[in-house]
Nanobody, 119 residues
Framework: QVQLVESGGGLVQPGGSLRLSCAAS????????MSWYRQAPGKERELVAD????????NYADAVKGRFTISRDNAKNTVYLQMNSLKPEDTAVYYC????????????WGQGTQVTVSS
């Protein structure tokens, strides 16, 4: 049974930090491209950052470059998103995604965790 379980969301003041975690199970984590997406009210879901394996190549949305850091621990089957210098416009539900192409493709989503940046 595939599971992606996000945690670490919450309410934070502008300029603050949060660290999101996504614990994965039920598939070969080390083969997946892991991503964080977010969806704000009334807006489409957008890619925040992704990290590939085995290349380790990382991609960030322009809106978060220099403030957010994605990382993964293949031994713990977990991907992280360190979010610094948070802004009100970062307020959204953040989703973890695992995707793999090739002969046995998959595309899995977590349930999401709310991040609210407000004073």
């Amino acid at each position: 049974q595939v599971q992606l379980v996000e945690s670490g969301g919450g309410l934070v003041q502008p300029g603050g930090s949060l660290r999101l975690s996504c614990a994965a199970s039920g598939f070969t984590f080390s083969l997946a491209t892991m991503s964080w997406y977010r969806q704000a009210p009334g807006k489409e879901r957008e890619l925040v950052a992704d990290i590939r394996n085995p290349s380790g190549r990382i991609n960030y949305a322009d809106a978060v470059k220099g403030r957010f850091t994605i990382s993964r621990d293949n031994a713990k089957n977990t991907v992280y998103l360190q979010m610094n210098s948070l802004k009100p416009e970062d307020t959204a539900v953040y989703y973890c995604n695992a995707v793999r192409g090739g002969s046995f493709p998959y595309d899995y989503w977590g349930q999401g965790t709310q991040v609210t940046v407000s004073s």
